[in-house]
């Protein structure tokens, strides 16, 4: 026949074990969530690298273009005073006007691509930090059920204790 006091001390070990399993379980959800909203986040910052670099290849073709109007307006506005573009400081203005296109536009591509590259290494970052939440969800289970044994043996020790001192 089992005492009250044995009878308690099992019962309160059998809750505390209870408990232990429950919240491992839950801290390895919690944790679950965590990596799927990190993997959700990654796949996002996939997306916003993609976007940089489409910008910026419309923002080169947009500065292009416009540059070549410019170049025009030059070229019309020498035509128009009947000056020669071909040689000269005509041809040295176009010239310049050409460079300063070709060099804000390679700063754009280079812009462009420098941002992709931050959304990628934060994409590589949140993909990491989602294996580590797995590997910590998986832990938080096993830590649930060895501190669960843990109360277990603790409990028949502290009965075997009261048993033994009657």
């Known amino acids: 026949m089992c005492d ?13 074990a209870i408990g232990s399993v429950k919240e491992g379980r839950a801290n390895a959800k919690a944790m679950m969530f965590n990596a799927a909203v990190q993997e959700r986040n990654a796949l996002r910052s996939d997306e ?4 940089a670099i489409t910008r910026g290849v419309k923002d080169e073709q947009r500065l ?7 170049i ?15 040689y000269g400081s005509p041809m040295d203005a176009i010239l310049a006007t050409t460079r300063n296109i070709d060099q804000d536009a390679l700063t754009i591509r280079g812009n462009a691509k420098s941002e992709a590259e931050d959304f990628k290494f934060q ?3 949140q993909r990491s930090g ?14 649930g059920l060895y501190s669960a044994a843990g109360q277990v043996l603790t409990g028949g020790a502290e009965i075997y204790k009261y048993r033994a001192g009657q």
């Open 48 to 51: 916003q690298a993609k976007d």
């Open 64 to 70: 292009r273009a416009e540059g070549e109007k410019i």
């Open 4 to 16: 009250p006091i044995s009878a308690m001390t099992a019962a309160a070990t059998g809750m505390k």
């Open 123 to 125: 994409a590589y970052n």
């Open 130 to 143: 989602a294996s580590l939440d797995r590997m910590g969800a998986k832990n938080a289970q096993r830590a």
């Open 72 to 86: 025009g307006s030059q070229e019309a506005a020498y035509g128009a005073g009947a000056i020669d573009t071909s």
